[in-house]
């Protein structure tokens, strides 16, 4: 039986010009080997509106892992600016990062991020277009949102019998892409906590 | 006493469903409802136990938190050696916690709550088997086993020492199962559920000792825990919500004939919860008066659905004290301290209270000797030095091993002693950082960390280790603590972000078909800082005094006793309290208005004679656990022309039948094809599965005292020490009328134990440890297992052991030779027996273990030990002997 415990998220160059690259320093905590590797994604949130406009900065695969306790730095490029829509470039978005175990999502760790001008000109008369050299990226890295997901350790997302009699609070948050069905009350990461601001 | 309500200790005002205390008394833990999910909480002990702790800020009161469970927390519970916690809750699972992993204090990540974990607590093990919400969960003692039981109306014994295996499930209870508690000598487990019953099962072979369901008939299915508890001497069970005149009780179950003639009353609600306090105390003995000689007594605290807690004393008529309102809800779970004079309380209000007696008012605890010496009195054999490798009886009935348990003991002490700090208990993370400091590391993670493209072209970081699990060594790294650098200020800022809030729940959209979902949970961290704030103030502390609470019981106790009937009245305070056994405490035994003449039947004069079953009003035995069947026996049920009619009733899952029977029914049995019955006019009647008379009634020269049922055989054995069996169905005597007398002459012991196995060979036992069969082609009585025999303890055929072969060693011969064979590796290993001998030795015991298998016709235990004595014969090369076997076993 295997648990992997994301017990903290750094952010690091934070806040930063627009262009740099993401940097989250991931320590996380694994009971026993894991025969098979972590993927670890970033997922910038372009529009507030609609997923169309979400880009997956980067993924990595993190292994091997032994039982222990383990930090790594995951950095990806800044979003593709083309693909943002320009209204919403400044402002509040969210970044996500989301870990998977044999296909299966076990951890979305969800941060606010605010891009504004620093020039208070600029802030005050923000040009039409957006000028991403102007931007500063601020991650409030004081409030991550964690959402876990009980996943099946032991093999892949296979579907489970046992889906009855699920406390109906965690299946209150999932997606109905995650409904008890899939989501197999085995994993040794059952809570869902959340943080709000 | 000394009241007082820590409003820290809390769950956010979720209700606080189980407490219990550590048994260094150090720490507590509380289980209950969390924000989303069950909630586990380990506090500091010292701030409740000391005001200046409690103000000192740098003493932590949170030393952990645990939100794995997926629901409400319904049960924690310490493991006897403070290793391990286990919890139970509404999401089917236990769960085993042990400290680990020590790198600092460390938050929840994410978690809404900024509080440090100061000690870090992991599950260690999930143990999932049952289908319903787990409600209780109890460590035996000595933690050989953790049993649990579920609203699936069933008690998994789960062996502690090898999670997750299942020793046994329990099967009998027809409706939710809400109490499990221990007998301290480890010889039973009660339960008590929803189907009005409490049940205790032997550990000896799982099966059913005794239903009680008298006292609970009125009871209605209003409780979410029925607690139970057993005495510290083992010598009464008390029972949550009973009823007695339609009065809620806590009904007191003596262990001598599992007689219920007593009960604490007083109660306006339900029981939900009694807990003996784990010491037994004597009398304070006070300067200057004439020192009498005082009985121990035992203490039990008793909570309800009324909010109320009274402790009562075993040597007091009425309660010592009892305190009212002392929460909004049903109280939910009571722990002692170890030392006894302490005691947690929780509720469904979610606030625990702590109760502080002194040595004044409770008396002074008896030290383990003492204890101990109590034990040996009733039970003959110690507690205190009954170690791991009885693992199926924690009951020493040999000499010897006591001695060499002593020995061991002794040699072990020290280890144990060290053992006790929680610190050198915790498994420790290993520092791999090289002496340089994790800050250093951190600076140059980037850099440092390697990072690979697999064939496909994907990136591939391997993560920096920076701490081993569970290995030895000590860890001093420092907590990575998150710097707050809150940038955001204005509010309206916020506003947006709530179309991005369901951008955080979902999983990614690789999935497809992902539509936002609202989300329903926001409150804001000011909000729940008030939440927190809301929690009541303390009451304070010396609120109350004993004196002023005893008045409030007699009021309460006076207007209970204008309910009652004036008769009643007066049996009903006799029943106020246990009273201990003859055996410990010689003050008069009381005799009740109820008691049912129980020894007008007299055994007659006999050379040999074995002790009767006294005659009950009503009793029921489970018969066969695969179709659960029960027997149940009400005597004198109706009374016809003169004549008094006693009634047998059999059923298996909703199909029942019963016949009337002319005298009062002593004993009765059944297997899954016949039910036997003997009654006090010494008559055995014999019915086939479906209540159909076999044979007319047996006559037999004297009472009854024993009778067993297995196949479609009878065995009874009789108050004169005669056995015989009988093939009912071909009406044949296999044993006819064989005496004792060979195997209990020149010794004091007595029959222990009897049975009968599926072939039909009767088997007793011996409290001197030796079990005999008779053999009815010989006509002997055959010695099958002694406990005694010093082959078994000098025996090491460990190697020859496989994994499966513990299924084939389930029978007869396992049952009567318990488990505790594997007792004889350790002593060979620490006398350090010459190899030969020991071979020798081994080969001897293999070779007994063969013949009493064939001899008890036991096929599968024969294959066994037959697979065993090979194995055993080719890693020895002993090769005259293996031709024999082969001739065996061809």
Redesign the interface.
Same mark, same amino acid.
């Given at each position: 039986?295997a648990?992997v415990?994301?017990? @903290?998220?750094?952010v *690091?160059d934070?806040?930063s010009p627009f262009g740099n690259p993401f940097?989250f320093?991931v320590?996380?905590?694994c009971?026993e080997d894991l025969p098979e590797?972590l993927e670890w994604?970033i997922?910038y949130?372009g529009s507030?509106?609609s997923?169309e406009y979400?880009q997956t900065l980067?993924?990595?695969?993190?292994?091997?892992?032994?039982?222990?306790?383990?930090?790594?730095?995951?950095?990806a490029d800044a979003p593709n600016t083309g693909l943002i829509p320009e209204s919403d470039a400044v402002?509040?978005?969210?970044v996500?990062i989301?870990c998977?175990y044999r296909g299966q999502?076990f951890i979305?760790?969800?941060y606010?991020v605010?891009n504004e001008y620093t020039d208070t000109e600029l802030r005050e008369n923000p040009p039409l277009k957006p000028d991403y050299g102007q931007l500063q990226r @601020?991650i409030?890295?004081? @409030?991550?949102?964690?959402?876990r997901?009980?996943i099946n350790w032991e093999g892949c997302a296979e579907k489970m019998e046992d889906s009855e009699?699920?406390?109906p609070?965690?299946n209150?948050?999932?997606?109905?892409?995650?409904t008890p069905g899939k989501a197999p009350?085995l994993g040794?990461?059952?809570?869902?906590?959340?943080?709000? *601001? | 006493m000394k009241l007082l309500k820590p409003s820290w200790v809390n769950h956010n005002g979720k209700p606080i469903f189980s407490v219990d205390i550590h048994p260094d008394g150090t720490k507590f833990a509380t289980g209950g409802q969390g924000e989303d999910s069950g909630k586990v909480v380990i506090w500091n002990m010292a701030p409740v136990l000391r005001e200046e702790d409690e103000r000192n800020e740098n003493i932590p009161k949170l030393l952990c938190q645990m939100d794995n469970h997926l629901a409400c927390v319904n049960c924690v519970r310490w493991s006897n050696n403070g290793l391990y916690l286990a919890s139970g809750g509404d999401d089917k699972l236990v769960m085993v916690w042990k400290r680990a992993a020590f790198i600092g204090p460390s938050t929840v990540f994410g978690s809404s709550s900024k509080l440090a974990n100061v000690e870090q607590w992991r599950c260690v093990m999930i143990l999932r088997n049952h289908t319903g919400d787990v409600m209780d969960v109890a460590w035996s003692p000595h933690d050989v086993w953790l049993a649990s039981c579920s609203v699936d109306n069933t008690i998994v014994i789960w062996n502690a020492r090898k999670f997750p295996e299942i020793v046994m499930t329990l099967k009998g209870h027809t409706g939710l199962v809400k109490g499990l508690t221990w007998d301290p000598v480890g010889k039973y487990i009660a339960s008590q559920a929803d189907d009005r019953s409490l049940k205790v099962w032997r550990t000896m072979d799982w099966q059913l000792e005794t239903n009680i369901t008298k006292p609970f008939s009125e009871c209605g299915g209003t409780t979410h825990v029925l607690r139970l508890s057993w005495s510290p001497d083992g010598q009464y069970l008390v029972s949550a919500h009973a009823m007695n005149n339609s009065g809620p009780t806590a009904q007191i179950i003596e262990r001598d004939g599992w007689k219920t003639n007593m009960d604490f009353v007083g109660h306006r609600k339900a029981v939900t919860v009694v807990k003996f306090n784990p010491k037994i105390f004597k009398k304070k003995q006070k300067n200057g008066s004439t020192p009498k000689p005082s009985c121990p007594y035992c203490c039990c605290a008793v909570g309800s659905k009324d909010r109320s807690l009274s402790v009562w004393l075993t040597s007091l008529k009425r309660p010592l004290v009892v305190i009212h309102d002392l929460f909004d809800k049903s109280i939910m779970d009571i722990t002692w301290t170890l030392n006894g004079l302490g005691l947690l309380v929780c509720s469904m209000d979610g606030t625990v209270a702590f109760l502080d007696f002194s040595q004044d008012e409770l008396g002074d605890p008896l030290n383990e000797e003492e204890k101990n010496a109590i034990h040996q009195n009733i039970y003959g054999k110690s507690l205190a030095i009954t170690m791991e490798s009885q693992l199926s009886s924690t009951i020493i009935e040999n000499p010897e091993m006591l001695k060499y348990q002593q020995e061991r003991q002794g040699n072990q002490n020290p280890n144990e002693a060290q053992g006790i700090g929680p610190e050198n208990q915790t498994p420790k993370l290993t520092n791999v950082l090289n002496g340089e400091s994790l800050e250093d590391i951190r600076k140059n993670l980037l850099k440092k960390q390697v990072e690979t493209r697999t064939a496909d072209g994907r990136r591939r970081i391997t993560p920096l280790c920076i701490a081993q699990l569970d290995t030895a060594g000590t860890a001093a790294v420092n907590s990575i603590g998150m710097k707050s650098n809150l940038l955001l200020t204005s509010a309206s800022k916020i506003e947006p972000m709530k179309a991005l809030d369901s951008r955080f729940t979902e999983r990614s959209k690789a999935m497809p078909g992902v539509t936002s979902v609202p989300l329903t949970i926001g409150i804001t961290p000011l909000d729940r800082v008030k939440d927190s704030s809301s929690v009541k103030e303390p009451k304070g502390k010396d609120e109350t005094s004993s004196d002023s609470e005893d008045k409030i019981m007699v009021k309460s106790i006076a207007k209970r006793k204008g309910e009652m009937e004036g008769a009643e009245v007066v049996e009903k305070r006799k029943k106020g309290r246990p009273r201990k056994d003859a055996k410990t405490m010689p003050f008069p035994q009381v005799t009740f208005l109820l008691s049912k003449d129980p020894s007008r039947l007299t055994t007659p004069i006999a050379v040999l004679k074995l002790p009767t079953p006294s005659i009950q009003k009503s009793f029921s035995t489970q018969v066969s656990t695969d179709g659960v069947t029960y027997l149940e026996v009400e005597n004198e049920v109706s009374v016809v022309s003169g004549s008094r009619l006693s009634q047998l009733k059999w059923s298996r899952e909703g199909r029942e039948w019963d016949v009337l029977l002319p005298s009062r029914i002593i004993i009765a049995a059944g297997s899954s094809n016949v039910v036997a019955v003997a009654c006090e006019d010494r008559t055995l009647s014999v019915f086939t599965a479906c209540g159909r008379r076999l044979i007319p009634s047996i006559i037999l020269p004297v009472p009854m005292s024993a009778l067993h049922c297995s196949g479609h055989f009878v065995m009874a054995l009789t108050a004169s020490a005669m056995l015989s069996v009988w093939d009912v169905q071909k009406q044949t005597a296999l044993v006819k009328n064989e005496s004792l007398n060979p195997i209990l002459s020149g010794t004091d012991a007595t029959v222990s134990q009897s049975f009968l196995t599926q072939q039909g060979v009767a088997v007793v036992s011996l409290s001197n440890g030796k079990t005999y069969c008779f053999n009815s082609s010989l006509e002997t009585w055959n010695l099958i297992a002694d406990k005694q025999d010093s082959l078994v303890q000098c025996t090491d055929f460990r190697n020859c052991v496989s994994a499966q072969d513990a299924l084939g060693s389930m029978g007869p011969l396992a049952l009567t030779q318990g488990r505790n064979l594997s007792a004889g590796r350790l002593a060979s290993r620490l006398s350090s027996t010459p190899h030969h001998l020991q071979q020798g030795m081994t080969l001897a015991f293999l070779e007994k273990q063969l013949s009493s298998a064939l001899i008890l016709l036991s096929a599968s235990e024969y294959r066994h030990w037959l697979l065993i004595y090979a194995r055993f014969l080719v890693n020895e090369g002993e090769a005259v002997r293996e031709g024999q076997c082969h001739c065996s076993q061809g």
């Amino acid at each position: 039986m295997a648990e992997v415990q994301v017990l @903290n998220v750094a952010v *690091l160059d934070n806040p930063s010009p627009f262009g740099n690259p993401f940097q989250f320093e991931v320590t996380f905590e694994c009971m026993e080997d894991l025969p098979e590797d972590l993927e670890w994604k970033i997922i910038y949130v372009g529009s507030a509106e609609s997923e169309e406009y979400d880009q997956t900065l980067d993924s990595v695969l993190v292994g091997p892992i032994p039982a222990g306790r383990h930090m790594f730095v995951f950095q990806a490029d800044a979003p593709n600016t083309g693909l943002i829509p320009e209204s919403d470039a400044v402002g509040v978005t969210v970044v996500l990062i989301t870990c998977t175990y044999r296909g299966q999502e076990f951890i979305r760790i969800g941060y606010y991020v605010n891009n504004e001008y620093t020039d208070t000109e600029l802030r005050e008369n923000p040009p039409l277009k957006p000028d991403y050299g102007q931007l500063q990226r @601020n991650i409030l890295a004081s @409030n991550p949102r964690v959402t876990r997901f009980h996943i099946n350790w032991e093999g892949c997302a296979e579907k489970m019998e046992d889906s009855e009699n699920v406390d109906p609070a965690p299946n209150a948050m999932l997606s109905p892409s995650c409904t008890p069905g899939k989501a197999p009350p085995l994993g040794l990461v059952p809570d869902n906590s959340m943080n709000c *601001l | 006493m000394k009241l007082l309500k820590p409003s820290w200790v809390n769950h956010n005002g979720k209700p606080i469903f189980s407490v219990d205390i550590h048994p260094d008394g150090t720490k507590f833990a509380t289980g209950g409802q969390g924000e989303d999910s069950g909630k586990v909480v380990i506090w500091n002990m010292a701030p409740v136990l000391r005001e200046e702790d409690e103000r000192n800020e740098n003493i932590p009161k949170l030393l952990c938190q645990m939100d794995n469970h997926l629901a409400c927390v319904n049960c924690v519970r310490w493991s006897n050696n403070g290793l391990y916690l286990a919890s139970g809750g509404d999401d089917k699972l236990v769960m085993v916690w042990k400290r680990a992993a020590f790198i600092g204090p460390s938050t929840v990540f994410g978690s809404s709550s900024k509080l440090a974990n100061v000690e870090q607590w992991r599950c260690v093990m999930i143990l999932r088997n049952h289908t319903g919400d787990v409600m209780d969960v109890a460590w035996s003692p000595h933690d050989v086993w953790l049993a649990s039981c579920s609203v699936d109306n069933t008690i998994v014994i789960w062996n502690a020492r090898k999670f997750p295996e299942i020793v046994m499930t329990l099967k009998g209870h027809t409706g939710l199962v809400k109490g499990l508690t221990w007998d301290p000598v480890g010889k039973y487990i009660a339960s008590q559920a929803d189907d009005r019953s409490l049940k205790v099962w032997r550990t000896m072979d799982w099966q059913l000792e005794t239903n009680i369901t008298k006292p609970f008939s009125e009871c209605g299915g209003t409780t979410h825990v029925l607690r139970l508890s057993w005495s510290p001497d083992g010598q009464y069970l008390v029972s949550a919500h009973a009823m007695n005149n339609s009065g809620p009780t806590a009904q007191i179950i003596e262990r001598d004939g599992w007689k219920t003639n007593m009960d604490f009353v007083g109660h306006r609600k339900a029981v939900t919860v009694v807990k003996f306090n784990p010491k037994i105390f004597k009398k304070k003995q006070k300067n200057g008066s004439t020192p009498k000689p005082s009985c121990p007594y035992c203490c039990c605290a008793v909570g309800s659905k009324d909010r109320s807690l009274s402790v009562w004393l075993t040597s007091l008529k009425r309660p010592l004290v009892v305190i009212h309102d002392l929460f909004d809800k049903s109280i939910m779970d009571i722990t002692w301290t170890l030392n006894g004079l302490g005691l947690l309380v929780c509720s469904m209000d979610g606030t625990v209270a702590f109760l502080d007696f002194s040595q004044d008012e409770l008396g002074d605890p008896l030290n383990e000797e003492e204890k101990n010496a109590i034990h040996q009195n009733i039970y003959g054999k110690s507690l205190a030095i009954t170690m791991e490798s009885q693992l199926s009886s924690t009951i020493i009935e040999n000499p010897e091993m006591l001695k060499y348990q002593q020995e061991r003991q002794g040699n072990q002490n020290p280890n144990e002693a060290q053992g006790i700090g929680p610190e050198n208990q915790t498994p420790k993370l290993t520092n791999v950082l090289n002496g340089e400091s994790l800050e250093d590391i951190r600076k140059n993670l980037l850099k440092k960390q390697v990072e690979t493209r697999t064939a496909d072209g994907r990136r591939r970081i391997t993560p920096l280790c920076i701490a081993q699990l569970d290995t030895a060594g000590t860890a001093a790294v420092n907590s990575i603590g998150m710097k707050s650098n809150l940038l955001l200020t204005s509010a309206s800022k916020i506003e947006p972000m709530k179309a991005l809030d369901s951008r955080f729940t979902e999983r990614s959209k690789a999935m497809p078909g992902v539509t936002s979902v609202p989300l329903t949970i926001g409150i804001t961290p000011l909000d729940r800082v008030k939440d927190s704030s809301s929690v009541k103030e303390p009451k304070g502390k010396d609120e109350t005094s004993s004196d002023s609470e005893d008045k409030i019981m007699v009021k309460s106790i006076a207007k209970r006793k204008g309910e009652m009937e004036g008769a009643e009245v007066v049996e009903k305070r006799k029943k106020g309290r246990p009273r201990k056994d003859a055996k410990t405490m010689p003050f008069p035994q009381v005799t009740f208005l109820l008691s049912k003449d129980p020894s007008r039947l007299t055994t007659p004069i006999a050379v040999l004679k074995l002790p009767t079953p006294s005659i009950q009003k009503s009793f029921s035995t489970q018969v066969s656990t695969d179709g659960v069947t029960y027997l149940e026996v009400e005597n004198e049920v109706s009374v016809v022309s003169g004549s008094r009619l006693s009634q047998l009733k059999w059923s298996r899952e909703g199909r029942e039948w019963d016949v009337l029977l002319p005298s009062r029914i002593i004993i009765a049995a059944g297997s899954s094809n016949v039910v036997a019955v003997a009654c006090e006019d010494r008559t055995l009647s014999v019915f086939t599965a479906c209540g159909r008379r076999l044979i007319p009634s047996i006559i037999l020269p004297v009472p009854m005292s024993a009778l067993h049922c297995s196949g479609h055989f009878v065995m009874a054995l009789t108050a004169s020490a005669m056995l015989s069996v009988w093939d009912v169905q071909k009406q044949t005597a296999l044993v006819k009328n064989e005496s004792l007398n060979p195997i209990l002459s020149g010794t004091d012991a007595t029959v222990s134990q009897s049975f009968l196995t599926q072939q039909g060979v009767a088997v007793v036992s011996l409290s001197n440890g030796k079990t005999y069969c008779f053999n009815s082609s010989l006509e002997t009585w055959n010695l099958i297992a002694d406990k005694q025999d010093s082959l078994v303890q000098c025996t090491d055929f460990r190697n020859c052991v496989s994994a499966q072969d513990a299924l084939g060693s389930m029978g007869p011969l396992a049952l009567t030779q318990g488990r505790n064979l594997s007792a004889g590796r350790l002593a060979s290993r620490l006398s350090s027996t010459p190899h030969h001998l020991q071979q020798g030795m081994t080969l001897a015991f293999l070779e007994k273990q063969l013949s009493s298998a064939l001899i008890l016709l036991s096929a599968s235990e024969y294959r066994h030990w037959l697979l065993i004595y090979a194995r055993f014969l080719v890693n020895e090369g002993e090769a005259v002997r293996e031709g024999q076997c082969h001739c065996s076993q061809g």
